[in-house]
């Protein structure tokens, strides 16, 4: 009734609706271009205000490196919270932290106890310093890997932008936000029972969202391996006596025609010894897929090389700068200037 008494209210409601239909794949007010732009923060796009950018990085990295965190937990952390990012919609990301806000931080793939022990750190760290929990999140994984690179031998610095802002709960949708929760996640080697397609095929739609190519999928799936952060610790596909270390073994092993690859009753894969028959290693039809798909298995023997550990380093560092700046469409062409990406 009142727009059929009010044609001015009909208007504007009309007017917001039609906007909304025709730009909500457009992600943030940031990307606006022109000067007909309206300005008003909008629910549907997530707003995430600026953060700061003014503090010292490496005394924050110094209380990161003396925090009680692993290495699994922090970059399972970091990852969790940047792994939102879609490039169909450019929803998602590490920007605003809403990993900590409903309903991401009680989302099942999340690990929602393990998060809440993590968090619980980096807020502190947040809370007594200058940045923004968006920033320590990705800064601690950063530290991470640059201590999982040097338990491997090699001097690495993660680049790291800062600015990322941190969201509120009044500007988070809850109910529109839902629909970014992960439901696998075969970097994580997260593959719950019961879904409807394959686990490769969840983790191929995966990559495209996130807007990786193949070289970057495969760097990052054996980097996340070793480093420990599989769902609810479990060691399938870790393939490596060194967990925390920026090591190529999941690669070596991937690819040794040492071992037999065996599936058990629960899907789950056996790699036993031809020789002795004694099982080492067990894997998920993800890892599988890096061994016996051709394309894959090209990557994962050119990164099994003795003389291709430093490069894949180089490379998985350059692969989760890409990610955790998915989002940052503040910054130049919306990507670090990262000499390695």
Not at 76 to 79: D, K, L, R
Not at 296 to 300: D, P, T, V
């Given at each position: 009734a009142r727009f059929h008494e009010d044609h001015a209210y009909f208007s504007s409601v009309f007017a917001k609706a039609w906007f909304k239909l025709t730009h909500r794949d457009l992600g943030p007010k940031s990307r606006y271009i022109g000067p007909k732009?309206?300005?008003?923060?909008?629910?549907?796009?997530?707003?995430?205000p600026a953060g700061p950018t003014d503090y010292d990085v490496r005394s924050l990295k110094q209380r990161i490196?003396?925090?009680p965190l692993s290495i699994g937990d922090s970059v399972?952390?970091?990852?969790d919270s940047a792994r939102t990012f879609r490039t169909s919609d450019k929803r998602g990301g590490a920007n605003g932290a809403r990993i900590r806000l409903e309903p991401a931080r009680n989302w099942k793939g999340n690990e929602p106890a393990r998060l809440r022990r993590s968090l619980s750190i980096?807020?502190?760290i947040a809370r007594t310093s200058s940045a923004s929990i968006a920033d320590v999140i990705v800064l601690a994984g950063n530290v991470a890997i640059e201590k999982a690179a040097r338990a491997a031998g090699f001097e690495v610095e993660v680049p790291f932008e800062p600015g990322r802002g941190d969201s509120t709960q009044k500007d988070t949708d809850t109910v529109g936000f839902s629909v970014l929760e992960p439901k696998s996640d075969g970097y994580r080697n997260w593959d719950p029972a019961g879904r409807t397609c394959s686990a490769e095929e969840r983790l191929i739609e995966q990559t495209h969202l996130l807007d990786l190519t193949v070289p970057e999928m495969v760097v990052l799936v054996g980097g996340m391996r070793v480093l420990g952060t599989n769902y609810a610790g479990t060691t399938h596909g870790q393939f490596t006596h060194?967990?925390?270390a920026l090591t190529n073994d999941f690669f070596v092993n991937t690819t040794d025609m040492r071992w037999r690859w065996a599936e058990s009753a629960d899907g789950v894969f056996e790699l036993c010894d031809r020789a002795t028959g004694e099982t080492h290693w067990t894997a998920t039809r993800v890892d599988l897929l890096f061994g016996s798909n051709s394309v894959?298995?090209?990557?994962?023997e050119f990164y099994a090389q003795d003389d291709s550990k430093e490069r894949f380093v180089d490379h998985f560092v350059a692969a989760w700068t890409k990610l955790m700046n998915a989002d940052r469409f503040d910054l130049a062409n919306g990507e670090s200037n990262n000499p390695a990406a």
């Open positions: 732009a309206p300005t008003g923060d909008l629910l549907w796009q997530d707003p995430v490196i003396e925090a399972a952390t970091a990852w980096l807020e502190e060194r967990p925390g894959l298995r090209a990557y994962s």
